[in-house]
């Protein structure tokens, strides 16, 4: 029997991986989330979202695309891990998630080049953007991997535009190191519509992600799993961030089916967290 059931819970609540279903809104999460769909509804352009490790923008990236999938006047692609090498193939990949038929003008030509993607993805965004009034968006996550040549491509395809709004919508979510990457592209930073930056949860927010996670996954009881004084600690060693939560809550869960006891208290997280600190080594002189 897996350990979640044990406690009385129908499925795993402090999993690591993004998925939409245990997406805790808290202000800042809420707020991101809205202005987002403002941002994308009126079709302004380019909207960045920043924030540290852990601090929930892929389960962000998550919620939004699964809403805005939901509605059938949105083509949408997601692009995970842009590590692309050159402009060429983050091109061709742009074309392929939209399904986009790209051919050369030179006759006999060895391979397709850059003009002949941007040419191509120019006639599909007019296509779909204008003629079929649809809301093309595009959300890359963990951004800050990419490099200045696909940073340069994205300022480009964000030049396309009627006099009322941009044809492409383009979300960039990434690590605090993309901001002076972007800064330092002047006519891409100019077009930015929306910056926010998601800062970590407080510590009533981290009992009200505790329990909300633990609701999601079936728990009923009237007893709470987390004591208020467990839920300080977790928030002090934490700082805060949605993943390190996660990941203390679960080590707390499996903690209490181990030793046989019901409820994670102060005494029980700061044992976690003297297990999870690594002693330093000592320099020798």
């Known amino acids: 029997m897996s350990y979640y059931r044990i406690l009385g819970l129908e499925k795993e609540p402090f999993s690591t991986s993004p998925d939409p279903e245990f997406f805790y809104q808290s202000k800042e999460h809420k707020s991101a989330l809205y202005r987002l769909r403002v941002a994308i509804e009126l079709k302004r352009g380019l909207s ?8 929930g923008k892929t389960t962000l990236s998550r919620k939004l695309s699964q809403l805005l999938r939901a509605d059938p006047g949105m083509i949408m692609a997601v692009v995970l891990n842009p590590m692309y090498e050159t402009e060429e193939e983050f091109l061709a990949d742009m074309a392929a998630r939209f399904h986009v038929s790209v051919t050369s003008d030179k006759a006999g030509a060895d391979g397709l080049n850059k003009l002949d993607y941007m040419k191509a993805i120019e006639k599909f965004l007019f296509e779909k953007g204008v003629e079929e009034n649809q809301t093309i968006v595009v959300l ?37 190191e993309l901001l002076p990457q972007i800064s330092c592209i002047k006519n891409l930073w100019d077009r930015i519509a929306l910056k926010y930056v998601i800062n970590s949860l407080e510590e009533s927010e981290v009992k009200e992600l505790i329990n909300f996670r633990l609701r999601q996954a079936g728990y009923v009881s009237r007893y709470p799993l987390f004591s208020d004084n467990a839920i300080g600690a977790i928030h002090n060693y934490t700082q805060g961030y949605p993943r390190r939560i996660a990941m203390l ?9 181990m030793h046989k006891k019901e409820i994670a208290d102060k005494n029980v997280i700061q044992e976690l967290i003297q297990k999870d600190v690594k002693p330093v080594k000592q320099q020798v002189s």
Do not use: W
Request: contains cysteine.
């Open 140 to 176: 890359i996550d963990e951004a800050q991997k990419l490099n200045n040549g696909c940073l340069e491509i994205l300022r480009s395809l964000l030049n396309y535009e009627t006099n009322e709004y941009k044809i492409l919508q383009l979300i960039l979510m990434g690590q605090m």
């Open 48 to 55: 960045l979202i920043l924030g540290d490790v852990g601090a």
């Open 249 to 257: 809550c679960h080590d707390a869960l499996e903690y209490l089916v």
